[in-house]
């Protein structure tokens, strides 16, 4: 059992960046992809940012060339950095061991004009 808990949110201004961070309980090496996934008022959730065991990353669309993921296997952490930010980008994030039910419980993200 691993359990996911997330940090780093809060306000900042359009432009601005955050980092979020996802502490796991136990060893990440073992789990191959993990993920940022975010939900905005009204709208369903959806992944931002995966990256494999071998450190390969998926970005969507929307956040390309803006946010960058990585991960610390010793350390067990799950990162976001996310640069350049948009009041679009104003939603709960949540971490997740990606096909497993590892999830975390989200940090909020707020982003003002």
């Known amino acids: 059992q691993v359990q996911l808990v997330e940090s780093g949110g809060g306000l900042v201004q359009a432009g601005g960046s955050l980092r979020l961070s996802c502490a796991a309980s136990?060893?990440?090496?073992?789990?191959?992809?993990m993920g940022w996934y975010r939900q905005a008022p009204g709208k369903e959730r959806e992944l931002v940012a995966a990256?494999?065991?071998?450190?390969?990353?998926y970005y969507a669309d929307s956040v390309k060339g803006r946010f960058t993921i990585s991960r610390d296997n010793f350390k067990n952490t799950l990162y976001l950095q996310m640069n350049s930010l948009k009041i679009e980008d104003t939603a709960a994030y949540y971490c997740?061991?990606?096909?497993?039910?590892?999830w975390g419980k989200g940090t909020l993200v707020t982003v003002s004009s």
């Open positions: 997740a061991a990606l096909g497993t039910n590892y």
């Open positions: 136990g060893s990440i090496l073992s789990i191959n992809a």
């Open positions: 990256i494999n065991r071998d450190g390969s990353t």
